[in-house]
């Protein structure tokens, strides 16, 4: 929790020339350095989701999470130290790029875990609540994050005369606390990691031959797993499954361009429309807390696992078939073909959150947990791979938005209508992937629980 929160609760200090970051390049200004990083960060996120699966899948969920939360936290603590351990923005490019890439792992290592320690049964139950917990984390993240800024603002031991003037550190606390707080899981999955192996230990006739047998698994388990995304691969459902998680990635992604999409379009203030994004993470938080079990249970009795998978593919094809239909009242508000108040804006956007939440979270992890079997978090990375990819050309997509929107020139009524205009191109890309996304999600679904029922009733 809040390792991918310290960056941007803190960005715009760090194009600041008083956060105390020596900036020694000429060419490139400050901005043009944090525009490199944001964009480095998707390419850093998408290698790890490519080479990561496998070796998880190797060493295991609860090792391969140590390794994650070690690597961040001390990635973290080199940010927040001081002038020592991150002196420049380059140097804290650097970190960031490393933390990205540690972060990338950590949602197949997590459904690693469940495939290890939980019965079947309550995968479903489990990836709801790592969903929930997700949601949460980041809200109480940014939340406590801008409290820590203005504690540290507020404090005089966070700016510094020096020669070139007030030097303002207060965005370091921010990484010290994010850095300290990935110290927490880890303690946790060190002491019920160790508990568990330990247990299953007991049945083992002497340590060296569980060694033998670890080492014999872990050797092999590398090339089980690249057999298992290749036997995968070759089933309809499976590209399915990756067309509709792609999409959704996406449209789950409008998180960071929310509060700007309100400002431009609805013209409300920017603590407003910054209220918006919480609005949609709440609906995101709902939707996992209260429907995980009740729209997508585990398919675990032959008897019934078809009229299971039946009820949910219905259930996805109502989720998205409501973001479809937020997304086309959005569309026809841009084209003025229908008035919408803010309010009635941001209650679309908390129908959005809610309508999203479930499909990008389940099915796919879901797929990965019974079909991956030793190699499920290839399978989940395999997934995220292409989502990261699409995710790059949409940000490209809202990028050049954000520039053709300017107002320079325009009266007050002329204003709104451009920005509007500017903003129809993203959200017609999004309502015809959603539309997408629903078809292959709804398909996927029914072609697993077909392919699933058969072999049941073989074996």
Same mark, same amino acid.
């Given at each position: 929790?809040?390792?991918?929160c310290?960056?941007p609760?803190?960005?715009?200090?760090?194009?600041?020339?008083q956060?105390?970051?020596a900036h020694?390049n000429t060419?490139?200004? $400050?901005?043009?350095i944090?525009r490199?990083?944001?964009a480095?960060?998707?390419?850093?996120?998408a290698?790890?989701?490519?080479?990561?699966?496998?070796i998880i899948?190797?060493?295991?969920?609860?090792?391969s999470?140590?390794?994650?939360?070690?690597?961040?936290s001390?990635c973290?603590?080199?940010i927040?130290?001081g002038?020592q351990?991150?002196?420049?923005?380059?140097?804290l490019t650097?970190?960031?790029?490393?933390?990205?890439?540690a972060?990338?792992s950590?949602?197949a290592?997590?459904?690693k875990?469940?495939?290890?320690y939980l019965?079947?049964?309550?995968w479903?139950r489990e990836i709801?609540?790592?969903a929930?917990?997700?949601r949460?984390?980041n809200a109480?993240s940014?939340?406590?994050?801008?409290?820590?800024l203005?504690w540290?603002s507020s404090s005089?031991?966070?700016?510094?005369s020096?020669?070139?003037?007030?030097?303002?550190?207060?965005w370091r606390?921010?990484?010290?606390?994010s850095s300290?707080?990935?110290l927490?899981?880890?303690?946790?999955?060190s002491y019920y990691g160790?508990?568990?192996?330990?247990?299953?230990?007991?049945?083992?006739?002497?340590?060296s031959?569980?060694?033998?047998?670890?080492k014999?698994?872990?050797q092999?388990?590398l090339?089980?797993?690249l057999?298992?995304?290749?036997?995968?691969?070759?089933t309809?459902e499976f590209?399915?499954?990756?067309?509709?998680?792609s999409?959704?990635m996406?449209?789950?992604s409008?998180?960071?361009?929310?509060?700007?999409y309100?400002v431009q379009c609805?013209e409300?203030?920017?603590s407003?429309?910054?209220?918006?994004?919480s609005v949609f993470?709440l609906?995101?938080?709902?939707s996992?807390?209260?429907?995980?079990?009740?729209?997508?249970?585990p398919?675990?009795?032959?008897r019934n696992?078809n009229?299971?998978?039946?009820?949910?593919?219905y259930?996805m094809?109502s989720?998205?078939s409501?973001?479809?239909?937020?997304?086309?009242l959005?569309t026809?508000?841009l084209?003025? $073909?229908?008035p919408?108040?803010p309010m009635?804006g941001m209650?679309?956007?908390?129908l959005?959150?809610f309508?999203l939440a479930?499909?990008?979270?389940?099915?796919?992890s879901m797929f990965?947990l019974?079909?991956g079997?030793?190699g499920s978090?290839?399978?989940a990375?395999a997934?995220?791979?292409?989502?990261?990819?699409?995710?790059?050309?949409?940000?490209?997509l809202?990028?050049?938005?954000l520039d053709?929107s300017?107002?320079?020139?325009?009266?007050a009524g002329?204003?709104?209508?451009?920005?509007k205009r500017?903003w129809?191109?993203?959200?017609g890309s999004m309502?015809?992937g959603?539309?997408v996304?629903?078809i292959?999600?709804?398909f996927a679904v029914r072609?697993?629980?077909? $392919?699933?029922v058969g072999t049941e009733?073989?074996?």
């Amino acid at each position: 929790m809040g390792a991918k929160c310290a960056l941007p609760s803190t960005l715009s200090l760090l194009t600041s020339q008083q956060s105390g970051l020596a900036h020694y390049n000429t060419v490139l200004s $400050r901005q043009d350095i944090i525009r490199r990083l944001l964009a480095l960060s998707t390419v850093s996120i998408a290698v790890g989701k490519l080479a990561l699966g496998p070796i998880i899948d190797s060493l295991g969920g609860i090792m391969s999470l140590q390794i994650a939360l070690s690597t961040l936290s001390i990635c973290l603590g080199a940010i927040g130290l001081g002038s020592q351990t991150c002196p420049t923005l380059t140097t804290l490019t650097m970190y960031w790029i490393i933390v990205d890439f540690a972060f990338s792992s950590c949602w197949a290592a997590c459904v690693k875990t469940i495939r290890e320690y939980l019965d079947e049964k309550k995968w479903s139950r489990e990836i709801g609540r790592l969903a929930m917990a997700a949601r949460l984390g980041n809200a109480v993240s940014f939340a406590f994050f801008a409290w820590l800024l203005q504690w540290a603002s507020s404090s005089g031991r966070v700016v510094v005369s020096n020669v070139e003037g007030a030097v303002d550190t207060s965005w370091r606390w921010v990484f010290r606390a994010s850095s300290i707080v990935q110290l927490v899981p880890l303690l946790l999955l060190s002491y019920y990691g160790k508990a568990k192996s330990v247990g299953e230990n007991d049945n083992t006739t002497s340590s060296s031959t569980v060694k033998n047998q670890t080492k014999r698994k872990s050797q092999s388990t590398l090339k089980q797993s690249l057999e298992v995304l290749r036997t995968q691969s070759r089933t309809p459902e499976f590209w399915l499954h990756l067309v509709s998680r792609s999409i959704i990635m996406v449209l789950v992604s409008f998180l960071l361009f929310i509060p700007t999409y309100m400002v431009q379009c609805f013209e409300m203030s920017s603590s407003s429309s910054a209220r918006v994004g919480s609005v949609f993470a709440l609906g995101c938080l709902l939707s996992v807390s209260t429907l995980s079990e009740r729209t997508y249970p585990p398919s675990t009795s032959t008897r019934n696992s078809n009229d299971v998978y039946i009820r949910k593919s219905y259930s996805m094809l109502s989720f998205l078939s409501l973001s479809t239909i937020c997304l086309m009242l959005q569309t026809a508000y841009l084209q003025n $073909r229908i008035p919408l108040s803010p309010m009635l804006g941001m209650v679309l956007m908390f129908l959005f959150g809610f309508s999203l939440a479930i499909p990008f979270y389940l099915p796919s992890s879901m797929f990965a947990l019974k079909r991956g079997k030793e190699g499920s978090a290839t399978i989940a990375d395999a997934f995220d791979v292409c989502g990261f990819g699409m995710l790059a050309v949409f940000n490209g997509l809202v990028a050049r938005v954000l520039d053709v929107s300017g107002d320079i020139g325009l009266k007050a009524g002329a204003m709104l209508l451009n920005r509007k205009r500017a903003w129809l191109p993203v959200f017609g890309s999004m309502c015809g992937g959603s539309v997408v996304a629903m078809i292959s999600l709804y398909f996927a679904v029914r072609l697993e629980g077909a $392919r699933d029922v058969g072999t049941e009733s073989k074996g």
